[in-house]
């Protein structure tokens, strides 16, 4: 192992537990697969996923477009310390998203953005991340609720309706 600085070591961590963790959620993928796609000998990709060696941004681009995921929410699952966002977003690309945005923001408004404050920003996303929170929680909750109404439909037990009372 070569010797790196103990925050670089953070990030290799963090980096295999990110990719691990969507390799957990796009299944199907088979490490040669991957290897061959990365334009990695199957060592080279095993050494990648473990997080060895200085992080590789195209590396971790093209290992999205091998699996169909969101490779920016892979570098960010890393960048906030918490790999098992890579999985959240594996599918619905929402840091791609994000880019998006930020790039049409950028041509909207230009230079006029360095005359924002900081603390505009941070209000913005925090107004925008908690929206999104509680729109996230109303989502499983349907959710949760459509599949306890009908499992039954496939010989599953059928959550017990709550009595009067909400109890």
């Known amino acids: 192992m070569t010797d790196k600085d103990p925050d670089s070591k953070k990030r290799a961590h963090l980096l295999s537990r990110a990719l691990k963790a969507v390799r957990g959620v796009r299944s199907g993928a088979k490490s040669r697969d991957l290897a061959a796609a990365l334009g990695l000998s199957l060592r080279g990709y095993q050494h990648f996923e473990a997080g060895g060696g200085q992080l590789n941004v195209d ?5 999205g477009a091998a699996l169909d995921c969101d490779p920016i929410g892979v570098l960010a ?3 906030i310390g918490r790999p ?3 999985a959240y977003v594996a599918q619905n690309k929402a840091m791609v998203a994000l880019m998006i945005t930020l790039q049409e923001f950028v ?11 900081t603390t505009t920003f941070v209000s913005a996303y925090r107004a925008m991340f908690q929206d999104l929170s509680r729109q996230a929680k109303a989502a499983r909750e349907q959710n949760d609720a459509w599949v306890a109404k009908n499992a039954g439909r496939v010989g599953l037990p059928v959550a017990p309706d709550e009595d009067e009372d909400g109890s």
Not at 107 to 117: S, V, W
């Open 59 to 63: 590396h971790v681009l093209r290992f």
């Open 107 to 117: 041509e909207d408004a230009g230079e006029d953005i360095a005359r924002l404050e």
């Open 77 to 79: 699952a890393v960048q």
């Open 84 to 86: 098992e966002f890579a």
